[in-house]
């Protein structure tokens, strides 16, 4: 019987490929990707995990709600994005549970539960990137690029390239359908993605008591040809979409935000007062469950890649 999805290839037991989530279908995907395995989640409008439940509010659900803390989520509702997959049908199916499968609009799984790796390819250039730079393995198409999956886990990181997110740990992915392609092996080319964002410091970066880490103001930038109001303008609107997101997409949105304003101060004689400015992008990010270092490293990347390009 041919494989359904993602599925390690030591587990012994196989789905038909037939099943993908649609409309009310999203319920009775679930339950036979966790028969096989598979931890999963449903997903609200916008495509994102439910938002923390009231337990958890009063709680914290052992260092939560901004997922910096690893580890199953123990509420009994749908909780804490990656950590409330589960394969357990009695929990899919619970009265808990039961609220949340009426308003999803797509099922999620959690990479890392289940052995794998995803690499998030978020545009057909890094598309093109990953089949220059990665061994071959399953791929599975998604509507702005694709879905790399690989056999084993590493930590999760965001913004490794552009348009590239490694989604494994402490991380969830969209169920989008079996894909094609035999899995590889966790090849040594990803896990380098991850260790080189560990060892890389942001540019201009400093410690939280800094006073490049204050609010931005033109004190902070005394080279910047731009006026205060159009900076915070921009600033805000970019905030704005960064705070619409959450966990691996809100990373995503702040290394686009950090990109964008790094070009917009690029012929600027400078100083321009970018670390303060993106330590409002990180803060927004770790706002809505980003993990602040890769909330950090995502704003870093989105700065160096502006110079990049420029060079």
Same mark, same amino acid.
């Given at each position: ?5 993602? %599925? ?10 037939? %099943?993908?989530?649609?409309?009310? #279908? ?13 931890? $999963? ?13 009231? &337990?958890?509010? *009063?709680? +914290? ?16 509702? @749908? ?9 357990? &049908?009695? $929990? %899919? ?5 039961t609220p949340t499968w009426r308003q999803a609009v797509a099922v999620a799984y959690h990479p890392g ?5 995803? @690499? #998030?390819? #978020?545009?057909?250039e890094a598309v093109v990137w990953a089949r220059e730079s990665l061994p071959p393995t399953r791929v599975v198409p998604t ?19 552009? =348009? $590239? ?29 991850? /260790?080189?964002? /560990? ?10 008591? &800094?006073?490049?880490?204050? +609010? ?30 959450? /966990? ?27 670390? +303060?400015? =993106?330590?409002?992008? @990180?803060?927004? +990010? @770790?706002? $809505?469950?980003?993990? /602040? ?7 870093? *990347? ?10």
């Open positions: 019987m041919p494989e359904v999805g993602p %599925i390690p290839r030591s587990r012994p037991r196989l789905l038909a490929d037939g %099943i993908h989530a649609t409309g009310g #279908d999203h319920l009775r995907t679930a339950l036979a990707l966790a028969e096989s395995g598979i931890p $999963v989640l449903p997903l609200r409008e916008g495509k994102l995990p439910f938002g923390n439940c009231r &337990s958890c509010a *009063r709680c +914290a659900c052992g260092g939560r709600p901004n997922m910096k803390t690893p580890g199953p989520c123990q509420c009994p509702a @749908v909780c804490h994005g990656w950590a409330a997959a589960t394969t357990d &049908s009695t $929990v %899919i199916t619970s009265p808990a549970w539960g289940a052995g794998l790796t995803v @690499v #998030d390819l #978020d545009s057909p509507a702005r690029g694709e879905h790399w999956v690989y056999l084993g886990v590493m930590p999760s990181a965001n913004g490794v390239q552009p =348009g $590239v997110d490694i989604k494994s740990l402490m991380a969830y992915a969209r169920w989008l359908g079996p894909g094609t392609g035999t899995m590889a092996d966790l090849p040594p080319a990803v896990r380098a993605l991850a /260790e080189r964002e /560990e060892t890389t410091p942001a540019p201009g970066s400093a410690n939280r008591s &800094s006073p490049e880490r204050a +609010a931005w103001d033109l004190t902070v930038a005394t080279g910047c040809r731009h006026t205060e109001t159009y900076v915070r303008a921009g600033l805000e609107k970019g905030l704005a979409l960064v705070r619409a997101r959450t /966990e691996s997409g809100a990373a995503s949105q702040a290394f686009g935000v950090a990109s964008f304003l790094a070009a917009q101060h690029r012929r600027c004689p400078g100083p321009c007062g970018l670390a +303060a400015l =993106g330590q409002r992008i @990180v803060d927004a +990010a @770790v706002s $809505v469950g980003v993990p /602040e270092p890769y909330a950090q490293r995502a704003v870093a *990347r989105g700065f160096g890649a502006e110079r990049r390009g420029a060079a």
